[in-house]
């Protein structure tokens, strides 16, 4: 596979593309400012993005005038189909906390400032005292919050994981 640069006015957003990318910016500009390109954006022949949306808006937010890129000859399904996969696979995977732990404690960051912590990134409390829920917005009050999180850093801490805690929360068997 061969890397080439491409200007960022050459690259075009898909405009079918499902993810809603937005939220994740700031994240990826301030890793490529640290780290540089760690993955080069996935173009097709024309320029059209297949995997890198979010890398070419952090390129942009820092002024950078040209990326790394690869570019697939994929057909127009299999295009899709790249997209789609490369956006949903990461959902598939979990974190092994403890591991993630002392990783971090190995480079003087604590675990509850750095933006790896599962599912702090999703806003599902806000000032305005609200709980995201999907589509709804169910009002919650401080306290109400604060025995949710209570619940919920329990649950990471025996299972490693978030995964299966709305099950443990309605009643499910996983636990």
Known sequence: MEIIYKRV?????????????????????????NFGFL???????????????TR?????????EEVPCIVQDL?????????????????YSTWDVGKLHRELDTIGLPFKNTFFTPNRDRKFFQDNKLLIFG???LPITEDEYARLKAVYDKYIERN?????FVMFLTGGKEE
Do not use: C, F, W
């Open 160 to 164: 490693k994981t978030y995964l299966g």
């Open 9 to 33: 006015d050459e690259l075009t957003e898909y405009e079918g593309n499902a993810r809603r990318n937005d939220a994740g910016v700031a994240k990826v500009a301030e890793s490529i400012k």
């Open 56 to 64: 070419l808006k952090a390129a942009k937010q820092l002024g950078m």
């Open 39 to 53: 993955n080069p954006i996935t173009i097709d022949k024309n320029g059209v993005i297949i995997s890198g949306h």
């Open 135 to 137: 589509n709804n917005e």
């Open 75 to 91: 057909s127009e399904e299999d295009a899709k189909l790249a997209r789609i996969i490369d956006n949903k696979s990461h959902e």
